[in-house]
């Protein structure tokens, strides 16, 4: 399993930025998918955004669409969600994740066998 680490949540105001950084250590990093999964109090991971091993055709939840995005990179073992626009409804606990059971991007939590310690986003309106 991979071991992650996010950072860069924070207090913003609404419309504003920030980018979420995921750094991996571990067996080959390239070998994951790779998810961000926001979490509210009491309820489900979620999924807002995925990427693929080499990093094309990433996948964003429609929620997020035009505001999220991920990226990775294979050289630095990370992967990044930058996320413009901020509304306070994306306030969670945002989660790396890990996914070794495939090729493609999955959406379901349970498919990812590595998850980071999260880090607290929160934006007020």
């Known amino acids: 399993q991979l071991q992650l680490v996010e950072s860069g949540g924070g207090l913003v105001q609404a419309g504003g930025s920030l980018r979420l950084s995921c750094a991996a250590s571990?067996?080959?990093?390239?070998?994951?998918?790779m998810g961000w999964f926001p979490q509210a109090p009491g309820k489900e991971r979620a999924f807002v955004a995925g990427?693929?091993?080499?990093?094309?055709?990433?996948s964003h939840a429609d929620s997020v669409k035009g505001r999220f995005t991920i990226s990775r990179d294979n050289a630095k073992n990370t992967v990044d969600l930058q996320m413009n626009s901020l509304k306070s409804e994306d306030t969670d606990v945002y989660y790396c994740?890990?996914?070794?059971?495939?090729?493609?991007?999955?959406?379901?939590?349970?498919?990812?066998?590595?998850w980071g310690q999260g880090t607290q986003v929160t934006v007020s309106s």
């Open positions: 571990g067996p080959t990093f390239s070998s994951y998918t």
């Open positions: 990427i693929s091993r080499s990093g094309v055709g990433p």
């Open positions: 994740a890990a996914d070794m059971s495939g090729w493609r991007i999955s959406r379901r939590g349970a498919d990812f066998g590595s």
